[in-house]
């Protein structure tokens, strides 16, 4: 009896293990219950590894640091230790009877050239001053950057420059929020001021919803976008402007739809003519001046311009602001509902121009003269 129980359960056992062999061969890629928890965390941790090193911005390269790009320029070391680059034209400061400090707009730098002829510049001793603001060209990135610090920035350059106790001021597209931060916050430091076509945050509060709304949808659908993720997810804006899946700001991508007609035939005049310096504009990360500078211009900003008070109550001064009504970048509503939300504010609205009216040298001598008149 036991020799039989002993081989039947021998049987029995060989039955079972040919069943499992012959399941195991019909399926050999089963994993079991204990192994996918393993296995998931190790692709989530794999997705969340390759999510934060896309969104990662990549270090700045800092002119003068090891592997960085080589400083050329003369430069000002400011109270928190960063240096901002800069350049002058014109009269000696010391001679001239206006001080001119120049905000160039995304994308450039100190060395872009205004048409103002010599001659004009000697005419009315007008002493020019353009420095690379920061993250641009040869001046230090400000992780710290923001629509107030524009202005402080300002104020130590022209401290460290001598400029005296007051100074004009131009600033050009998206150079004019550091302006807007001046008449806040610098108001007793300005002779004068000149915004020319000055960007616009379309999530202002002032804005009634409707025209921000309508201008904002009047831009190419792709720049709407770079906007809005400059705006509600700024962390988010390095991997946006880098990925290939959708499409970035179009002027980054070489595109000219944005342009007016006007913007055409100047960009088709200047394609022959040497940019000086304006290769190193980029030269430090794309992220520390262009990324950053719609992060500010477009994010909240620590005021509006309806909070700023008349910096020249007295007519001692004047504030005016030049918009292009075929400007693509800008839409002309914004700009004209302002200047009339701020009396003070001298609105010239250029009916044949568009967003590079600056470089017109007819417009761009009318809006230094104009300037000079204050």
């Known amino acids: 009896m ?96 206006f001080k001119i400090i120049v905000c160039h707009g995304f994308g450039d730098s100190k060395d872009f050239h205004l048409p103002v002829s010599e001659e004009l510049i000697k005419e009315l001793h007008i002493y020019i001053l353009s420095f690379d603001r920061a993250g641009y060209g040869e001046s230090d990135p400000n992780p710290a950057r923001s629509v107030k610090s524009e202005a402080f920035d300002i104020q130590e350059l022209a401290d460290n420059l001598h400029l005296g106790p007051k100074f004009y001021l131009i600033g050009i597209s998206m150079g004019a929020y550091p302006v807007y931060s001046c008449l ?123 909070d700023i008070d008349n910096p020249f109550p007295n007519n001692e001064g004047y504030v005016r602001m030049w918009q292009a009504y075929e400007d693509k970048f800008i839409p002309y509503e914004l700009n004209r509902y302002l200047s009339q939300q701020l009396p003070w504010i001298q609105y010239h609205e250029v009916p044949d121009a568009g967003h590079l009216l600056i470089y017109n040298a007819t417009l761009c001598e009318a809006i230094f003269k104009a300037l000079c008149s204050s």
């Open 184 to 306: 806040k916050y610098l108001p007793h430091r300005l002779s004068g001021a000149a915004l020319v076509v000055p960007v616009v945050n379309y999530w202002w509060q002032f804005l009634p919803t409707k025209l921000s709304k309508e201008a904002l949808e009047k831009l190419l659908v792709q720049d709407q976008w770079v906007f809005r993720v400059a705006h509600y997810t700024p962390w988010l804006l390095n991997w946006w402007m880098t990925q290939k899946w959708f499409p970035a700001f179009s002027t980054m991508e070489g595109k000219l739809d944005g342009f007016s007609r006007s913007d055409l035939e100047i960009l088709k005049q200047s394609s022959g003519t040497p940019k000086e310096g304006q290769e190193k504009i980029l030269q430090q990360g794309v992220h520390e001046c262009l990324h950053r500078d719609m992060i500010v211009g477009f994010g909240k900003w620590e005021f509006e311009p309806t």
């Open 2 to 97: 036991a020799g039989n129980t002993s081989k039947k359960i021998s049987a029995a056992s060989a039955r079972a293990h040919t069943r499992k062999s012959k399941q195991s061969a019909k399926n050999p890629f089963r994993f079991s219950s204990n192994m996918i928890a393993p296995i998931a965390v190790g692709v989530l941790m794999g997705f969340l590894g390759y999510a934060y090193l896309a969104i990662r911005p990549p270090a700045p390269k800092t002119c003068g640091s090891p592997g960085g790009p080589p400083v050329t320029s003369p430069r000002v070391k400011l109270s928190d230790g960063r240096h901002l680059a800069y350049k002058e034209k014109g009269v000696a400061r010391e001679e001239a009877k």
